[in-house]
């Protein structure tokens, strides 16, 4: 009973942040418009480079935040880049078939391990 248990708990957790994780970037097409939510983290391409970004807001000509791992309400942390620079935008994007195949594939594992202790119950 006592290794079912483990094996249980074990399953939920990972399923649990693998249905959290199942992301990827996707290229914005075009431009977001105001207001953008603030904790919204976006992936700004400059010179090649990319950097995570949240608190998100553009005026006419720049693009204004703050790095990820900042509050966005951090004025001293605040980064303004001119838009003439942004080579893309990309934003973050669940992937429903990467979830469901790592969902499946943790359930099939478990089971397998259930099969595999059959007189611990």
């Not at 942390?77 to 934003?91: A, E, K, M, W, Y």
């Amino acid at each position: 009973m006592k290794i079912r248990k483990i094996i249980l708990g074990t399953v939920v957790v990972v399923v649990g942040l693998g249905l959290a994780s199942c992301t990827s970037w996707s290229r914005f097409a075009g431009m977001p418009r105001n207001p953008i939510p603030e904790r919204e983290p976006f992936q700004v391409w400059t010179d090649g480079e990319a950097s995570v970004l949240h608190g998100l807001y553009l005026s006419a000509d720049s693009l204004w935040a703050v790095p990820r791992w900042e509050a966005p309400s951090c004025d001293s942390c605040r980064i303004v880049i001119p838009l003439g620079q942004v080579d893309s935008l990309r934003t973050r994007k669940y992937s429903a078939v990467r979830t469901w195949i790592l969902v499946g594939s943790l359930l099939g594992f478990g089971a397998l391990l259930g099969a595999a202790n059959p007189g611990s119950t």
